[in-house]
T-cell receptor, first 109, second 110 residues
Framework: GQQVQQSPTSLVLQEGENAELQCNFSTSLNSMQWFYQRPGGSLVSVFYNPSGTKQSGRLTSTTVIKERRSSLHISSSQITDSGTYLCAMEPHMGYKLTFGTGTSLLVDP | EAAVTQSPRNKVAVTGGKVTLSCNQTNNHNNMYWYRQDTGHGLRLIHYSYGAGSTEKGDIPDGYKASRPSQENFSLILELATPSQTSVYFC?????????FGEGSKLTVL
């Protein structure tokens, strides 16, 4: 079965609203990452977050390894935040990321 | 700045034909990866490499081969392309916390 479950699948916000994206893992993991993919484009790492909470500007990531979950909080969303957000887990053995199917975010003006 | 370059960016191939997707990185990373991205599946790992001369099977290697002739270059080879291999392919280099992706190669197999 799917090892990485992301929710919601898609999300539409009005500019200025906040968003909470979730990622749940079915197996134990060593760490996890969040990536941003612009429409039709490449992926860029947003957070490498083995555990705990990290913040970068309007983005905050919280990972709880024991509970096998991670979240990405986007505050005061902007139109330029639109795109797909993917989480990926790093298993205990070796560095082979397993990706979720992503959350498609659209921020309307 | 870390750079991963893929070619071709777009490719149309016929069923049964051979396709080679190339990837070049200037990051001097040991690890390189090939993923495919399909709606509903996210990114799935096809092959990866720990350095020149090494290739390892990922989660979905069937129908694909890989070649790592040098630190900088990593190719994905489809010897007999099939329509089910129509997808967007991404190359990446790096490791934990520093994974860099190319712009993607869109492959259509007719």
């Amino acid at each position: 079965g799917q090892q990485v479950q992301q929710s919601p699948t898609s999300l539409v916000l009005q500019e200025g609203e906040n968003a909470e994206l979730q990622c749940n893992f079915s197996t134990s993991l060593n760490s996890m990452q969040w990536f941003y993919q612009r429409p039709g484009g490449s992926l860029v790492s947003v957070f490498y977050n083995p555990s705990g909470t990290k913040q970068s500007g309007r983005l905050t990531s919280t990972t709880v390894i024991k509970e096998r979950r991670s979240s990405l909080h986007i505050s005061s969303s902007q139109i330029t935040d639109s795109g797909t957000y993917l989480c990926a887990m790093e298993p205990h053995m070796g560095y082979k990321l397993t990706f979720g199917t992503g959350t498609s975010l659209l921020v309307d003006p | 700045e870390a750079a991963v370059t893929q070619s071709p960016r777009n490719k149309v191939a016929v069923t049964g034909g051979k396709v080679t997707l190339s990837c070049n990185q200037t990051n001097n990373h040991n690890n390189m990866y090939w993923y495919r991205q399909d709606t509903g599946h996210g990114l799935r790992l096809i092959h990866y490499s720990y350095g020149a001369g090494s290739t390892e099977k990922g989660d979905i290697p069937d129908g694909y081969k890989a070649s790592r002739p040098s630190q900088e270059n990593f190719s994905l080879i489809l010897e007999l392309a099939t329509p089910s291999q129509t997808s967007v392919y991404f190359c990446a280099s790096g490791g934990p916390g520093q994974l860099y992706f190319g712009e993607g190669s869109k492959l259509t197999v007719l």
